[in-house]
């Protein structure tokens, strides 16, 4: 287990030198492109071990918005009904809060859901367009008298009553973004720190065949680990154990609630992710928080742990507000061998997996 403790110490060491702005070392330079060129790649900057890394750098990064997971665009609205946008704000006059609808209506099954840039009203506020298309065409419809930062989208309804229960439009694919400055692949990219005087230190970040939910993971985050200790140059490829965890099989099923064990062919679990693949666009969230981040919680999971003895107990519990993320232990003295979870189905179906690294 001693490698896998390191591995867990190599985590936390990149992300503190990333997340230092006064960190101009190779080694949190390498960080920094590492988590640049993992997010220009799409989904696997979604993955738990990624996130771990990159976070605290990603929250500080103004210059791109990273992927978080495939997702749908928003809920419901495929039946073949016309259908109209709910939306809350807080009235600038009367700061009291206010429910509307778009006054028109749009032939289903809805393809997309627009919500303008706020523009200056012409009295107090803001105002906001909300546009719906469907195979037939579009609507809009303006809201005016917002209070700036209080505008939400309710979710969409059918004007005639009945049940929308045809389900979701499917997830979006994460497509690669645009990372300004980002390493190319197979180009070595310097991480020299400034007024380094000798040869240029430089780092190579090559693709690789892996899991398709993830892309490429020939990445600085697996396998293996090519940072080099702090302020040396980091090696130009994959390197040596311990590698990062894979994630074994979805052990929630779709039940919002569980209590699952899980025994490996081979390797050791060391915790669990979990992954809300369906929160529909519309649900809001913490503004620029990577996964998307709610202030009201998902649900709670925790770890059922085994001692020496073969004693079992459960973890204590983690409040879940993340769309994606994971619990693990680091601690030599007891073993991971399953999880509890019970989330709140109105965010959609959870996926649990056990993460998963070879003995060493």
């Given amino acids: 287990m001693s490698a896998i403790l390191d591995w867990f110490d190599q985590i936390n060491d990149d992300r503190d030198a990333a997340g230092d702005p006064n960190d101009t070392s190779p080694r949190a330079n390498s960080v920094r492109a590492?988590?640049?060129?993992?997010?220009?790649?799409?989904?696997?900057?979604?993955?738990?071990?990624?996130?771990?890394?990159c976070r605290d750098y990603w929250d500080d990064n103004p210059d791109y918005d990273v992927p978080t997971g495939p997702m749908p665009p928003f809920e419901g609205g495929q039946c073949a009904a016309q259908?109209?946008?709910?939306?809350?704000?807080?009235?600038?006059?009367?700061?009291?809060?206010a429910g509307a609808s778009q006054t028109v209506a749009v032939n289903g099954p809805i393809t997309s859901v627009e919500v303008t840039d706020p523009t200056p009203g012409s009295g107090c506020g803001e105002v906001q367009d909300v546009i719906l298309s469907g195979p037939n065409g579009s609507g809009s419809s303006t809201f005016a008298l917002i209070e700036p930062g209080t505008f939400q989208l309710t979710g969409l309804f059918r004007v005639d009553g009945m049940p929308d229960d045809c389900g979701d439009p499917d997830p979006e694919p994460i497509p690669p973004i645009d990372v300004p400055g980002a390493p190319e692949d197979g180009e070595p990219f310097d991480v020299s720190p400034p007024g380094w005087t000798g040869p240029p230190i430089t780092i190579t970040f090559e693709p690789g065949d892996g899991d398709p939910e993830y892309?490429?993971?020939n990445t600085p985050f697996g396998p293996g680990d090519i940072f080099g200790p702090p302020n040396q140059p980091p090696e130009s490829g994959p390197g040596s154990e311990p590698l990062p965890p894979s994630e074994g099989d979805d052990v929630a099923g779709g039940d919002p609630s569980g209590d699952e064990e899980s025994a490996p062919e081979s390797g050791v679990i060391i915790g669990y992710s979990w992954a809300f693949p369906n929160i529909p666009m519309n649900r809001g969230g913490v503004a620029g928080k990577s996964p998307r981040t709610f202030f009201e919680a998902l649900g709670t999971i925790q770890l059922k742990l085994q001692d020496p003895d073969?004693?079992?107990?459960?973890?204590?519990?983690?409040v879940i507000r993340e769309?994606?993320?994971?619990?693990?232990?680091?601690d030599e003295t007891v073993s991971v061998v399953g999880v509890s979870w019970a989330v709140k189905p109105s965010f959609g179906v959870v996926q649990i997996r056990p993460l998963v690294v070879e003995e060493q």
């Fill in 34 to 53: 590492a988590c640049d060129w993992t997010a220009s790649k799409g989904a696997i900057a979604s993955a738990p071990w990624v996130q771990a890394t």
């Fill in 215 to 217: 892309g490429p993971v």
């Fill in 83 to 97: 259908y109209r946008m709910g939306v809350q704000y807080i009235n600038c006059n009367t700061g009291v809060q």
């Fill in 323 to 330: 769309s994606r993320g994971a619990v693990f232990r680091k």
């Fill in 310 to 318: 073969g004693g079992r107990y459960y973890d204590s519990q983690y």
